[in-house]
């Protein structure tokens, strides 16, 4: 049993990708401060001092978005809400993972504690409610367009708020959301001026999902310094490039800390250097370099790395950002353009980038580990007796259409724009559409490694009166332990595959290594 996480607490200045990491992947309960209870009492004072007035103020109001030019009348204005919300709820096709709903409902609430949206404290307090119970509305893959906030997935969590639409309780199951929080003890919310609105009007899903990309990247990086060292050494290459004075004079920071992990885990091998000899000293295909798939393994994890750390800048920003439409500020509800995704799009697009180019150098390695006539004396597709034996020839099949499906998903969302509202909305983001292949780009990476690691432990134990680094030698322990078989005749190899996926998303793999390393970067 693992002790439930400590809560988060919420304040008026944002919050911090660990607190959304806990309340989205490990449950951790969430409270509002007490300066953020009076932040909202506050804003909502200034929202029930304009609605009483005859002038026209958007979102209080009006209408949205094209029909923003209807003064709605007072006894309208509770069911406009509800309307907002129901008409909203429009999403289409599969359902989104629960940690993903989580996180959108958890950053909507880190906006409405601001004080800047205008809702009553008891909204609030009911959206902290249904996290706390584990009910998790049903929200569906299609329906927003990255602008105007992610809308649809958002008005299917203000739907489940009200007590309407389907929800998925604790236990996984789901059910009318009315009878979910009955059974929780919680009311449904019967929202008032701006409050429907406010509700619906983020970046939250597409932020929520690029702070779990950015930590699910964050590991595979270090995992990928580790496969692409096991397969230097597999093939015999040289340390040498490694060196912190050549990453010195090219000063990328995550060049340098890639070639460093890498020099780690190689430190003590006794098969690096083998690279102009070849094995047991005799001339087999000397090189002076080698390839660039191995060679420049620092350059290319590293300017993954550099990537990761400009999209933990933006995310860091939306963090400490209130996104709304109007929002309440200085006494007064002010109309703006803040909920554009622009800002997140970029660099969830740019991840995949980076992701399929990671994925792709990986799959070059493992192909070089495989062909007898680059691999520097390894057995054709490190098989037990080749042309009886296959090897991992079809490993490397599936590793190919994984990094072709990365290439795809490499184009960029954020290039493309679809008008919307009658016009009003003439420019939008594609902001969660990035956010959604981003999260298959990081699920392929994890595969893609996965074939590699699997590839160069076999490589490494075929070479026979080598011994290779301490760290090497430790990952062949465990991923042994893990299941995944050595070297030897044909056998099924999904099993084998899907036990090393398992082990190098878990994060053994790196483990195995520090735990002779040490922390790597």
């Known amino acids: 049993m693992h002790p439930r996480p400590a809560p988060v607490v919420l304040g008026t200045a944002g919050t911090t990708a660990d607190d959304v990491l806990a309340v989205a992947r490990r449950g951790a309960p969430v409270e509002l401060s007490a300066r953020a209870l009076d932040a909202l009492a506050a804003a909502r004072r200034v929202v029930d001092d304009l609605a009483a007035k005859p002038e026209p103020v958007y979102g209080v109001s009006t209408g949205f978005g094209a029909l923003a030019v209807r003064h709605i009348s007072p006894d309208l204005r509770v069911q406009l809400q509800r309307n907002i919300v129901r008409s909203h709820a429009a999403g289409m096709g599969p359902r989104v993972e629960r940690e993903v709903v989580r996180a959108l409902m958890f950053l909507r609430l880190k906006t409405l504690a601001s004080g800047h949206t205008g809702v009553r404290p008891e909204v609030a307090r009911a959206m902290a409610g249904m996290l706390n119970a584990g009910i998790t509305p049903v929200v569906h893959e299609y329906g927003s367009l990255g602008c105007s906030g992610d809308l649809a997935p958002l008005s299917h969590c203000a ?63 270090t995992a990928a310094d580790v496969t692409a060292a096991l397969t230097l050494e ?47 000293g005799l001339p087999a295909a000397p090189r ?90 390894l057995p054709a597709f490190l098989a037990g007796d080749p042309g009886v034996d296959s090897g991992l020839m079809i490993a490397q099949y599936t590793q190919a259409a994984l990094v ?12 493309d724009s679809i008008p919307s509202s009658a016009m009003q909305e003439d420019h939008v983001s594609m902001g969660w559409s990035a956010a959604r292949k981003l999260r298959t780009a990081v699920d392929h990476l994890t595969k893609v490694l996965a074939v590699e690691m699997y590839a160069a432990t076999r490589a490494v134990e075929l070479r026979a009166g080598l011994t290779p680094a301490p760290a090497t030698r430790a990952v062949l ?5 893990a299941g995944v078989a050595g070297p030897g005749d044909d056998r099924f190899l999904s099993p084998d595959l899907a036990a090393a996926e398992g082990f190098v998303r878990s994060g053994r793999l790196v483990a195995a290594v520090e735990s002779v390393t040490g922390p790597l970067s």
């Not at 990365?406 to 969302?413: C, E, G, N, T």
């Open 404 to 415: 072709s499906e990365l290439k795809r998903l490499a184009v960029p969302a954020s290039a």
């Open 234 to 280: 597999a093939l015999l290459g040289t340390e040498k490039v490694l060196a912190p004075e050549l990453h010195a004079v090219r000063p990328h920071p995550g060049q340098a800390a890639s070639a460093a992990n890498m020099l780690r885990v190689l430190d003590g091998s006794g098969l690096t250097g083998h690279h102009q000899t070849g094995h047991d």
């Open 477 to 481: 322990r465990a991923v042994r332990d």
């Open 288 to 377: 002076v370099q080698d390839a660039y798939s191995v060679r420049c393994a620092p350059q290319v994890a590293g300017a993954g790395r550099d990537t990761l750390a400009h999209a933990r800048a933006v995310a860091e920003r939306e963090l400490a950002a209130a996104v709304d439409n109007p929002v309440v500020i200085d006494g007064r509800v002010e109309s703006n353009g803040n909920f554009h995704g622009a800002p997140v799009a970029y660099v969830l697009d740019f991840l995949a980038v980076a992701a399929a180019d990671l994925g792709s150098i990986a799959e070059r390695r493992t192909d070089r580990l495989l062909d007898k006539n680059r691999s520097h004396g």
């Open 159 to 221: 739907l489940a708020l009200m007590g309407e639409g389907d929800a998925e309780g604790p236990d996984g199951a789901v059910h009318p959301a009315a009878d979910l929080l009955a059974a929780h003890g919680l009311t449904p919310v019967t929202l008032r001026e701006k409050e429907g609105l406010a509700l619906l009007n983020g970046t939250d899903g597409m932020l929520g999902m690029l702070l779990m990309a950015c930590a699910d990247l964050g590991a595979l990086l």
